[in-house]
C-alpha cells in the first residue's frame, strides 16, 4: 500500500476488503476506543459519496507538477545556503 497512507488508514481498507488479519483488527479495535473521532472516521468510509470526493480529489492532483514545482524551490533554496 502507498506510504502516504497512515498505519491506521491502511488497517482500514485491509478491513473492508476482508484481508485484515487478526492482529490488524485488534489494531484496529484498539485504535477506535481510543476517541470517538476515530470511529467517525472509519464510519466515513461507509459513506459512497465521500469515498467518491477523497477519489476525485486525488485523481485532481497533478504530481508531475507538484514535483517539478518542488524541485525548483529545492534548487532555489540551496543557493541561499
Same mark, same amino acid.
Given at each position: 500500500?502507498?506510504? +502516504?497512507?497512515t498505519?491506521?488508514?491502511q488497517?482500514?481498507l &485491509?478491513? =473492508?476488503?476482508?484481508t @485484515?488479519? !487478526?492482529? !490488524?483488527i485488534a @489494531?484496529?479495535?484498539? =485504535?477506535l476506543? &481510543?476517541?470517538?473521532?476515530? $470511529? $467517525?472516521?472509519?464510519?466515513?468510509f461507509q459513506?459512497?459519496k =465521500?469515498?467518491?470526493r ?6 485532481e ?5 507538484a +514535483?517539478? &514545482?518542488? &524541485?525548483r $524551490?529545492? $534548487? ?6
Amino acid at each position: 500500500m502507498s506510504s +502516504l497512507l497512515t498505519p491506521q488508514t491502511q488497517i482500514i481498507l &485491509k478491513f =473492508w476488503k476482508g484481508t @485484515a488479519t !487478526e492482529q !490488524e483488527i485488534a @489494531a484496529l479495535q484498539q =485504535w477506535l476506543e &481510543k476517541s470517538p473521532e476515530n $470511529r $467517525r472516521f472509519l464510519e466515513q468510509f461507509q459513506d459512497p459519496k =465521500w469515498v467518491g470526493r477523497q477519489t476525485k480529489a486525488f485523481a485532481e492532483i497533478d504530481v508531475s507538477a507538484a +514535483l517539478e &514545482k518542488l &524541485k525548483r $524551490r529545492i $534548487r532555489a533554496n540551496s543557493g541561499r545556503m
